[in-house]
């Protein structure tokens, strides 16, 4: 047995305690408290531990309010208050920053929730085999039965439970990943700010026994349903959606709204959102995270501005409240028509919308001599590609706006940009995932003068270590410029 003293925590939540100069990762440990640990395994420069006993327990840690907390692995800070939460986030950030980043700034502190239960408007909940609906075991694609979590509002989990009892009813048969067998895969739900509900049951084919029925289950069980729709996935890969779509029962989107800072005050706009598009999880959160992006933008009304991985439209939307020019971009060609629509409900005429990769259209952009004021960019877990953001830094805006939902690609991106001579002026972080080890952050980066630009020694294979490239290719880029 072994004991040490827990100084920080590392991405995924665990303690980490260094006895004798090595790094432990302990789950379950709390900042300051001294413990004993096992050690389970060593790889590279860590080794990996259980909690053994807390000797001395902190007074950040509390009782966890989740009966599933330690099977299931959606949540990592159950243990502690939410402020201890909101420091070890801000850390992460703060260490993404500076030691892959190599940025000389202080993150600020993270805008925590006023509401840190039953955020979420996106629930995906994975089905065993064995006919099981909850969520994934830490580490694992074991399905811990989850009846109520606390991160999803009522509707999803009684939607989850009303599959189930179709599921029992009428045996029908949960999938197996290992061996490409059985029917239901994942049990997908949106639910929007006036509580209606869109269930969309993703199975390995083309069809399920007992339609009706499912449909009946779900009306009665949650008569703040919308639509219910069958998604049909039959890749043998870890991808929740497949391609096809088929509308069982009303319809297959739903409208949301959320609140943007404009010229004139605070407007309310409104939003159409389809099964595959993306829309972030928290709302009353995002429209932090939106104020702070469009306070970093800084635009006047003259800017053009490009907006990569746009979605459905909601920070180009905000941004040409108070920009002349704003051109989204996004792959997903259902949401490059949301974001259409939503232009037009909103009745905002100066914006355009591509589907195209962002990487792809960063470079065209460039080709076709675009010369945006400012790049806004929220990109998938995996971040930008080198080609993107020498494509983007190649257009010299004079502000780069980097919303990012992962701190270590975000860091590794920042490094990169500090090559073009893009630096950062401002990290921001706001907890869009409260009780996870999720953390969004909007960073502001800046053009420095030639003479002020420095000199970074990129080594590309050691920064992608975290993220893959996309080699998808896609339809041709239309003429915009």
């Not at 827990?6 to 090595?22: F, L, Q, S, T």
């Not at 243990?79 to 920053?97: C, G, I, M, N, S």
């Not at 439209?313 to 997903?332: C, D, K, M, Q, S």
């Not at 037009?344 to 005429?349: A, L, M, P, Q, Y």
């Amino acid at each position: 047995m072994n004991k040490g003293t827990v100084e920080a925590y590392n991405h995924d939540g665990a303690g980490i305690v260094k006895p004798g100069g090595a790094v432990v990762f302990v789950p379950g440990a709390v900042r300051g408290e001294e413990v004993e640990f096992r050690v389970v395994r060593t790889r590279q420069s860590v080794a990996e531990a259980e909690l053994y006993r807390v000797l001395s327990p902190s007074a950040r840690r509390r009782a966890p309010d989740c009966p599933y907390f330690g099977r299931c692995g959606g949540c990592a800070f159950r243990h502690v208050t939410y402020t201890e939460e909101l420091w070890a986030k801000r850390q992460r950030v703060q260490d993404a920053l500076t030691r892959l980043g190599g940025a000389e700034i202080e993150a600020e502190p993270v805008t925590g929730a006023e509401h840190p239960y039953r955020y979420r408007n996106k629930s995906q909940y994975p089905v065993s085999a064995g006919g099981v609906i909850g969520f994934y075991r830490a580490g694992s694609h074991e399905v811990t039965d989850v009846r109520d979590c606390l991160l999803q509002p009522s509707a999803a989990n009684r939607t989850a439970a009303a599959v189930r009892a179709w599921m029992s009813r009428y045996h029908v048969p949960g999938y197996d990943e290992r061996t490409g067998k059985g029917l239901i895969r994942h049990v997908y739900i949106r639910v929007n700010r006036r509580g209606e509900s869109l269930c969309c049951v993703v199975v390995n084919g083309k069809a399920v026994p007992k339609e009706p029925e499912l449909v009946g289950i779900l009306l009665e069980q949650v008569p703040e349903t919308v639509g219910v729709t069958l998604n049909s996935n039959t890749r043998r890969d870890n991808v929740i959606l497949g391609g096809r779509y088929r509308v069982l029962w009303g319809r297959d989107f739903l409208y949301d709204t959320l609140s943007v800072p404009a010229p004139d005050g605070v407007r309310e706009l409104s939003f159409k959102i389809s099964l595959p598009s993306f829309y972030q999880v928290n709302p009353a959160q995002t429209e932090k995270l939106y104020a702070l992006a469009l306070e970093n933008a800084a635009l006047r009304g003259t800017e053009t501005v490009l907006d990569l991985y746009c979605g459905i439209g909601t920070i180009t939307l905000g941004l040409a409240l108070w920009a002349r020019r704003v051109i989204g971009a996004e792959i997903v060609e259902r949401a490059i028509r949301d974001a259409s629509e939503n232009a037009r409900r909103n009745g905002i005429t100066n914006t355009e919308f591509v589907c195209a990769d962002a990487s792809e259209l960063a470079a065209r952009a460039h080709a076709d001599g675009l010369r945006p004021d400012v790049v806004t960019v929220d990109p998938p877990r995996k971040g930008l590609t080198p080609e993107g953001i020498a494509s983007i830094a190649s257009m010299e805006p004079e502000r780069v706006v980097y919303v990012s939902c992962e701190p270590g690609t975000l860091g590794r991106d920042v490094r990169r940009f500090a090559g073009y001579g893009y630096v950062v002026q401002r990290a921001s972080a706001v907890d869009m995932f409260p009780g996870t080890k999720h953390v969004e952050t909007v960073v502001l980066l800046s053009q420095q003068k030639p003479d002020d630009r420095i000199v970074v020694d990129l080594d590309l294979d050691e920064l992608d270590a975290t993220a893959s490239e996309s080699k998808a290719t896609y339809a041709e880029i239309k003429a915009y410029v």
